[in-house]
């Protein structure tokens, strides 16, 4: 397995394949678990050769807290890829990424997806989420990239990234793992105490509630007003937001709409960790 630290060499290992293979890319910010795996394992089954990137990218926190306190596992993570055949893996630096000596003066700007769910709660989010991953792409040039559905906001926001600036690579989305009480599996999970990850297996419960009445044909505003109830009756928990969306523009609904792929998004602190998760219908 290659590890590259800077922009010329893994941009040399793609350029030198580009031609005659595939070549899929995986970023994440490191501290591995099976949800990062199935990305990789789809990428792998898709492509030639898979490059996994770690980086936890600074711009895209912003909570000073959750970045110092963002697990940081590289030894361990590097054994895995490894293990799996991963093919290459780009750590870039901070300098790497955001030169000290050159101004970064650009900022994109999501219009309304900034302003509602994750945009609204962690302003300036997707600005570096937008930044990183553009700078990902043009440094690694993959043909196809990979994200999971956990972050299913982000992946609106990079196909609107990739649709506006032309960006030639195909984005694949990848299902939600989870861990068997149903808790999707996230790095932050490691800061959990074992009650609080108890507790933290009601934001899924309260997603399949809202399923299970969707499906039985319940007025919209209801399920979300009942899905809230349910958990700000949880001492535990500090509901940041409970919605519905549609799916391929990320519009907020009020009412149902039949025939269109919708999901119930939650966001919420356990103890001082925020967890995410969302279930899709239809
Ligand atoms: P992160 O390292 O948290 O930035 O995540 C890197 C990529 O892995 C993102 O595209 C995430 O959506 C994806 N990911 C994280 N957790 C999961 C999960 N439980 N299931 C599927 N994909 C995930």
């Known amino acids: 397995m290659k590890l590259f630290h800077d922009v010329s060499s893994v941009r040399n290992f793609t350029q030198k394949r580009k031609n005659e293979q595939k070549i899929g890319l995986v970023p994440t910010m490191g501290a591995l678990h099976p949800g990062h795996l199935a990305l990789l394992e789809a990428s792998q089954k898709d492509n030639d050769q898979t490059i996994c990137s770690i980086y936890v990218n600074p711009t895209q926190f912003n909570n000073p807290d959750d970045l110092k306190k963002y697990p940081r596992t590289l030894e361990g993570d590097l054994e895995l ?27 994109l700007d999501f219009g309304y997806l900034n302003e509602i769910l994750e945009g609204q709660h962690r302003p300036g989010h997707f600005d570096g989420v937008g930044l990183v991953v553009t700078k990902l792409l043009n440094i690694v040039q993959p043909h196809r990239a990979y994200f999971g559905q956990k972050d299913l906001q982000q992946l609106t926001i990079i196909r609107q990234l990739v649709r506006e600036f032309f960006i030639p690579v195909e984005i694949t ?20 105490s074992p009650e609080e990850k ?22 919209l505003s209801t399920i979300t007003q009942q899905a809230r109830n349910r958990l700000n009756q949880d001492s535990g928990i500090q509901l ?16 149902r709409t039949e025939n269109q792929p919708i999901a119930f998004c939650v966001a919420a602190y356990v103890g001082d960790v925020r967890l995410i998760d969302n279930v899709l219908i239809n």
Do not use: W
């Open 198 to 219: 108890e507790t933290a297996i009601q934001l899924y419960q309260t997603l399949l509630f809202a399923q299970k009445q969707y499906k039985a044909g319940t007025d």
């Open 240 to 255: 940041e937001y409970f919605e519905a969306v549609r799916v391929h523009d990320f519009q907020l609904l009020e009412e």
């Open 81 to 107: 890829l490894e293990k799996i055949g991963c093919d290459a893996v780009f750590c870039p630096t901070d300098q790497i990424m955001y030169p000290p000596d050159q101004p970064q003066l650009l900022h």
């Open 173 to 192: 989305s990848v299902p939600i793992v989870r861990e068997a009480s149903g808790l999707a599996l996230s790095s932050r999970n490691q800061r959990l």
